[in-house]
Structure formats: C-alpha cells, structure tokens
C-alpha cells in the first residue's frame, strides 16, 4: 500500500533535484520557489525555446544543457551532474507539489527503501486525462502481475546517486520510468510508493504524454520497447 505523505519528515541536507525541462518558463519560478531548504534544483534544459534556461538561472538553479531530445535523456545528464548521495527527480511543469519531496527522501534517508516513487493523486477532475490513466494502469498491473508492487509510475522518485547510474538505464525517452523499475527490482531494490498530489500544469503549457492522446501513445510506444528489451521477468 502507498504511504501518505509526512508533513513532519526530516531529511539530510543538501539534496539536489533534477528537473527535466522543455519550455516551461510560465512554472520555473514558482516550482523552484517551492523546494525545501537545502534542496538544489539541477534544471536540464532540453532544447527550450521559451527562455527556460534563463529563467532557471535568474532564480538560482543550476541548468544543465542536454541537446539529446528526450525525457530519458535529460534525467540521466541531470544524475551525472548531481553532486549529492541522494538525488531526486521531479517534473519542472507545477504539477508536482516540491514541498512533499521530504516525505519521499525520508525511507531512502532511513536505509527502508532503496527508491521512492510517487502515485499520483489527481486533486481535481480532468488533472490526468483518461487516455493517460489508463495507459499508466495497464503497465502498472503487469509490473504487479511480476511482483513489483506499483500502482504508478509518476516522474517523481528518490534514490542514491551511484545506485541509480549503477543500474545502467538505456532508455533515453518517455520508457526511462518504467525501465528504471524493472531494473531495480530485478537488483532486489526495496521500493516504496508515497502518494503525492497532483495539480493542473502552469497555465499556457501542456504536457509532452498526458497532455494529448498523440502523447499518450508515444509514451506508450516507449514502453512497449523497454518491455520488449528488458522485459518484467525478476
């Protein structure tokens, strides 16, 4: 069962947070205003063409250029560029609440859990279309169906740093989630699901899988070729 988040969670400082980022210069400011103290935001700029480097810059976050297109990609330059024992990963749109980032360091903090990752709660109707919701519960009841005990598999997660390029993730797409967890588990990895709220993105922007069905079924596209690389078999 997902753990609920835990206003009162404490964990070791500094931490740095990797935000894979395209063109959202309309959140930057209020989700990197947002991060715990002692939380570092390491911005990976993905080709933006609204000014979202700059923007990161102006509000203290260190940004990370990764001219390789994909959310893969940018996930892995920013854990080459983390410089902390615990990283985290969490989307730069305002979807994600950062102060809840805590809660999910906590278990990997503790040595409970070798990675934590986020389901998703939709705060509102309409938050997660349906076309991506489903594509999410499918692939999620057939990493249960092989033991993996995942109702998600939301772009937030915590882990140690050498761990995490340890388990010698491929994918550079929307697949880099989902290849991660296999791999993990097929390390023995002790993985904790915590629920964490999920909003509407900043006005004017839309996401790059949730945000149109097109999207929907790239994602889906990416998943399949993880499946059909790494497989779900522990």
């Not at 409970?112 to 999620?140: C, E, F, I, K, N």
């Not at 092989?146 to 995490?164: T, Y």
Request: glycine share 10%; charged share 20%; aromatic share 4%.
């Amino acid at each position: 069962m997902p753990t609920h988040f835990d206003r009162d969670a404490v964990a070791p400082t500094p931490i740095d947070v990797v935000l894979p980022c395209l063109d959202e210069a309309a959140a930057l400011p209020r989700v990197l205003a947002a991060l715990p103290p002692g939380y570092r935001a390491i911005v990976v700029d993905n080709g933006s063409r609204d000014g979202s480097p700059e923007v990161a810059t102006q509000h203290g976050a260190q940004v990370v250029h990764e001219p390789r297109r994909g959310y893969g990609a940018a996930v892995h330059a920013g854990l080459e560029a983390a410089g902390t024992e615990l990283v985290c990963v969490l989307d730069a749109d305002g979807s994600f609440d950062p102060t809840e980032l805590p809660a999910l360091v906590a278990p990997v903090a503790t040595g409970t859990a070798d990675l934590a990752v986020g389901r998703r709660r939709p705060v509102s109707a309409g938050v997660w279309p349906w076309h991506a919701r489903a594509g999410t519960a499918l692939v999620a009841a057939l990493l249960r169906h092989q033991g993996i005990p995942l109702r998600d598999l939301s772009p937030v997660r915590v882990g140690r740093r050498e761990g995490l390029l340890a388990l010698g993730v491929a994918d550079r797409a929307f697949g880099y989630p989902l290849e991660l967890l296999i791999r993990a588990a097929a390390a023995g990895w002790r993985i904790r699901e915590i629920d964490v709220t999920y909003a509407a993105r900043a006005a004017g922007t839309r996401s790059k899988v949730s945000g149109s069905v097109r999207g929907t079924l790239r994602a889906t596209r990416d998943f399949a070729a993880v499946l059909r690389t790494v497989g779900v078999n522990r």
